[in-house]
């Protein structure tokens, strides 16, 4: 449909842009039998009465070629000439049919008080060209024939009224058609780059719950086998350091780059399968690997028709829960994640026994506006803080009838 309403946009902006020349043509043709005889035969017996035939004739045509680009001015023109026609006692011309087309122009084109003004005019001109008939009238007209010549002219000239009126209609409707193509497709571009930006922010939070993870693993692994080498450094202590400051440097590069990131990423597919709660036993291995330990608890089970994009939802809040225990907390740190099944929603929980928060700027903040977004996708929430006996408390709450009704 937008195709077909596009195509009818290009041709009516055609029209509007060449309505001149094919006016000019119009108003040529009508004088190549209605004034050019006139001026022949002028040309050939000069007399007063032919010149003022043949002027009036080309008075009448002249004025189409502007009858849609200035209709105004074109019908006040027209006008003159027929008041000096009426007056003259000049009969009726073959040109006067020019009077028809301006009247359809002015109901078509015009705005609405001229268009009413030239039908006016034209049925005040028609009733005086009867008059002026029924006073000059020969003995062989009648009275029927004078009234049913009048009549007919009335017809023609209400009836090119109504045809241009209609014109009038369906132009405002393909206009409107057009406007309504192009505010369309204004809004399917506006959606598209919505979409892109969210697919963004999207990619943005991944690099930060992935990268920003496995670095911080680095991180921790080659602090940990620096210390176990003991003493003194060596080429070994060296080289772990040198990792260890390498992974720090790439984090606090990453961080700068998240906000770039999140304008400018290009919209790039996920290549890897899409973590879930059953992965969150590898994840907890994988800080354990890194010198945290970590108990992982479940109560209750999973519904079975849970969707994948909430599954992710909840194994990003553990992931990036426990990168900050391994960026934040101190040797002996120790972690509880604890995954509740309800009825009605999954809650998870993550404490640390680490030292609490800490504002220096780090990166938590992202971290922790990128677990309310996912959550927020779903009418969850999540509440960050210090906990009583110590250490930080991360706390979110899930719900599963909207997860549910969004599955079915």
């Known amino acids: 449909m937008s195709?077909?309403?596009?195509?009818g946009s290009r041709l009516y902006r055609w029209l509007r842009v060449h309505v001149l020349p094919v006016d000019a043509l119009i108003a040529a043709v009508i004088s190549l039998f209605a004034v050019l005889p006139f001026v022949a035969v002028a040309l050939r017996q000069p007399s007063v009465d032919r010149v003022a035939t043949a002027a009036v004739s080309v008075g009448l045509v002249l004025p189409l070629v502007w009858r849609r680009t200035r209709p105004v001015p074109a019908a006040a023109a027209m006008v003159v000439v027929c008041l000096v026609q009426l007056f003259s006692g000049m009969g009726v011309v073959v040109g006067q049919v020019a009077v028809l087309l301006m009247v359809a122009a002015l109901a078509a084109h015009a705005p609405r008080w001229a268009s009413r003004a030239g039908l006016t005019i034209a049925i005040l001109g028609m009733a005086g060209l009867a008059v002026r008939g029924h006073?000059?009238?020969?003995?062989?007209?009648?009275?029927?024939?004078?009234?049913?010549?009048?009549?007919?002219?009335?017809?023609?000239?209400?009836?090119?009224?109504?045809?241009?009126?209609?014109?009038?209609?369906r132009l405002a409707e393909r206009q409107a058609l057009a406007d309504r193509a192009e505010r369309l497709e204004h809004e399917q571009a506006q959606a598209r780059e919505l979409a892109a930006a969210e697919e963004r922010a999207r990619i943005v939070r991944e690099l930060h719950d992935v990268i920003a993870h496995s670095l911080s693993i680095v991180v921790r692994q080659a602090d940990g086998a620096r210390y176990a080498a003991g003493s003194p450094p060596g080429p070994t202590t060296d080289a772990l350091e040198a990792i260890a400051s390498t992974a720090r440097g790439s984090l606090a590069e990453?961080?700068?780059?998240?906000?770039?990131?999140?304008?400018?990423?290009?919209?790039?597919?996920?290549?890897?399968?899409?973590?879930?709660?059953?992965?969150?036993?590898?994840?907890?291995a994988q800080v354990r690997g890194a010198g945290v330990e970590v108990v992982l608890h479940r109560d209750g089970e999973p519904p079975t028709d849970l969707p994948a994009g909430a599954q992710l939802v909840l194994y990003r809040v553990v992931q990036e829960s426990l990168t900050n225990v391994l960026k934040h907390a101190g040797p002996g740190t120790r972690a509880d994640v604890q995954v509740r099944?309800?009825?009605?929603?999954?809650?998870?929980?993550?404490?640390?026994?680490?030292p609490g928060l800490r504002h220096d700027g780090d990166g938590i903040g992202r971290g922790l506006r990128g677990m309310r977004e996912r959550l927020a996708m779903y009418d969850g929430e999540v509440s960050v803080g210090d906990a009583p006996s110590g250490g930080v408390v991360v706390h979110a709450r899930l719900p599963l009838a909207g997860v549910r009704g969004e599955h079915e």
């Open 3 to 7: 195709t077909g309403v596009s195509s």
């Open 135 to 169: 006073l000059v009238a020969t003995s062989s007209e009648t009275p029927l024939a004078r009234l049913t010549i009048a009549l007919l002219g009335w017809s023609m000239v209400v009836a090119a009224w109504l045809f241009g009126d209609l014109t009038r209609s």
């Open 254 to 284: 990453l961080r700068r780059l998240f906000g770039v990131l999140s304008s400018e990423a290009p919209d790039q597919p996920p290549t890897a399968p899409t973590p879930g709660v059953a992965d969150l036993d590898t994840l907890v």
């Open 341 to 354: 099944w309800t009825e009605v929603a999954a809650d998870v929980t993550v404490h640390d026994t680490g």
